[in-house]
């Protein structure tokens, strides 16, 4: 017998408490993963965005409450254009609208110069020539030939193309005019995509617009999103805030479990502690109780939290703008958090029962 | 061990309990030389059971002098590693671990001492052999009779080979038949091994098979 097969054979003694007790637990941990799964999910389009179709970075109206809210006069293209670095500039419209099922369908509205420099992959069709025409991505459940109405805006589907991001994938390019015209903004734009010359140094020349160009910010990742956007970081708060509850409500539910067992199990303790063991082994027999058992509870957690924000991203309304991601990190913080339970559970239980005497323990009736 | 060859020394030793008022062990003076088998008797609440106790390092005197297996026991700073290795205990209810097998009771005591698992083993599984219970080493003590688990209970005594062995009313919850048997494998252990064998009973055969027998009453040695 084994330190750790003791440590197994206490937990499965009481199974139901301590799979209730997992359960609870889990609860917490899969919430944790899941709104870390999302929320790297809206971190990753958010990065694909700030430099899609192969810009290095984009610039938006400094202090927007968010980034569909950034409104840059027209002029302001040649402005960036103009800064030293830049290779080309080109404005463009971030227009969000509803379209079929999806109340998140992103229309990217591209000038005609934009579009030929920067082409499109194409599966199917032709790049769009006048108004009246657009190209839909793959997951936008259009085909070729078919017409579409759009903010009052009737569009021929010349083309259908391909992308990394889902928000791309499932959207529309219009030229700019119209999506200006769906905006009801004429004459500006969203966002100016960038690109710097050969050998540019991207963060100087992104600093060096910044500088330059008044009433601008220049977004390269997610990490500069908040920028333009509170979005990212009142989901951070949220993530953060629903790790403490997990600690405190789980924390509370395995000191009620430890402390049941521990009450129960007193005159074995004491014949662990007559029969030699010290204190600071039973302390940590009952410490590695608690862990392991939020360990377990980390796993399923993990698997659940990470099932549900796949199914999430499987609705048609989040489905369309967000697909999830799974970084490790996610995954850590998690189990950080069982871990945490886990020790602050074990806590009072474990130093309560290693303080008890051998005699003290062994008249526990 | 001292030097006249006793391996438990006590010299008017104490212990109280609630703040003093009632003294369980009174100004006790005791020497018991290796190899010897002692029988502690007396009425019930005259301090033998509070006197094992405290040779078995589970407790400790208030006042006067203790010494096991050359340990002092009132400024001994590790009273952990005397119960784990100096001296063994047997008590009255078997107290075995309900959960574990009856190998895995007697592999408990060495967790901590015996490093290799599979050495642990193969020294639970011999102790078990030698008390008789090698074929029962799978079971749990629910599915064993008293006198079965407290041949165990014996077994995880001697897993860290004392020099020492304590046993507090090991016949105390058996039938007579039963309980002659345990009595006869204590006795047997300690001839084969050399130990020294100190016993608490109110069961007249263990005064009758002892090397020397120590009355006590109101916590005192009394002439017997």
């Not at chain 2, 006249?4 to 020497?31: C, N």
């Not at chain 2, 011999?126 to 064993?144: F, I, T, W």
Request: with cysteine; hydrophobic share 45%; aromatic share 4%.
């Amino acid at each position: 017998m084994s330190f750790v097969g003791l440590i197994l054979k206490n937990l499965l003694r009481q199974g139901t408490r301590s799979v209730l007790t997992l359960l609870g637990i889990s609860l917490g941990i899969t919430t944790v993963v899941a709104l870390g799964c999302v929320t790297a999910g809206m971190r990753s389009t958010a990065g694909s965005l700030a430099t899609s179709g192969g810009a290095d970075f984009m610039v938006a109206q400094e202090g927007a409450s968010d980034l569909s809210f950034s409104r840059l006069p027209e002029g302001t293209v040649a402005e960036v254009a103009a800064v030293p670095g830049v290779r080309s500039a080109h404005g463009v419209v971030l227009h969000i609208t509803q379209f079929g099922g999806n109340p998140y369908f992103f229309i990217m509205g591209r000038g005609r110069e934009d579009i030929t420099d920067n082409p499109l992959t194409l599966r199917a069709g032709r790049l769009p020539r006048s108004p009246e025409e657009g190209v839909f991505g793959t997951d936008a459940g259009v085909r070729v030939g078919q017409v579409v109405t759009i903010d009052r805006q009737r569009l021929r589907v010349v083309g259908i193309y391909e992308a990394a991001s889902q928000w791309e994938r499932a959207g529309a390019v219009v030229l700019l005019e119209v999506a200006q015209a769906m905006q009801r903004s004429p004459d500006t734009v969203t966002i100016v995509y960038v690109r710097v010359g050969p050998g540019a140094d991207v963060e100087a020349v992104a600093r060096r617009v910044d500088r330059e160009v008044s009433g601008v910010v220049s977004i390269a990742s997610a990490a500069d999103y908040s920028k333009v956007d509170q979005g990212f970081a009142m989901l951070d708060a949220a993530n953060l805030a629903i790790s403490f509850l997990a600690v405190v409500i789980g924390g509370i539910g395995v000191m009620n479990t430890m402390v049941m067992s521990i009450f129960e199990r007193t005159r074995e303790i004491g014949v662990l502690r007559a029969v030699g063991w010290r204190r600071s082994r039973v302390l940590r027999m009952i410490v590695s109780e608690s862990v392991f058992l939020c360990l377990g509870a980390g796993v399923l957690g993990a698997a659940m939290g990470a099932g549900i924000a796949s199914l999430a991203t499987r609705l048609p309304s989040v489905g369309g703008f967000l697909a999830p991601d799974y970084p490790a990190r996610v995954f850590v913080q998690g189990f950080v958090v069982a871990i945490v339970v886990g020790l602050l559970g074990a806590l009072y239980p474990a130093i309560r029962a290693s303080r008890l005497t051998p005699m003290e323990a062994l008249r526990h009736e | 061990m001292s030097e006249s060859g006793a391996i438990v020394t006590a010299r008017g030793v104490v212990k109280t309990f609630e703040q003093g008022r009632v003294r369980a062990v009174d100004g006790v003076d005791l020497e018991v030389r290796s190899g010897e088998f002692v029988a502690i008797v007396g009425p019930s609440g005259c301090g033998k059971s509070t006197l094992l106790n405290l040779l078995g390092a589970l407790d400790e005197p208030d006042d006067g002098t203790l010494l096991v297996g050359g340990h002092d026991l009132r400024s001994h700073r590790d009273l952990d590693h005397v119960r784990a290795i100096d001296v063994g205990l047997v008590f009255q209810l078997d107290n075995l671990l309900p959960t574990l097998s009856a190998l895995e009771n007697v592999e408990v005591p060495m967790v901590g001492v015996v490093r290799s698992a599979r050495t642990r083993r193969e020294r639970a599984l011999e102790l078990l052999g030698e008390v008789g219970m090698a074929d029962r080493a799978g079971s749990r003590p629910p599915a064993l009779s008293g006198g079965e688990r407290q041949r165990v209970a014996i077994a995880r005594a001697l897993a860290n080979e004392p020099s020492l062995l304590l046993a507090d009313e090991p016949t105390g919850r058996l039938d007579s038949r039963t309980g002659a048997r345990v009595l006869d494998l204590l006795d047997r252990i300690r001839s084969e091994r050399g130990m020294t064998l100190v016993v608490v009973s109110h069961d007249p055969r263990v005064a009758a098979r002892a090397d020397r027998v120590v009355s006590m009453l109101d916590g005192r040695i009394v002439p017997t």
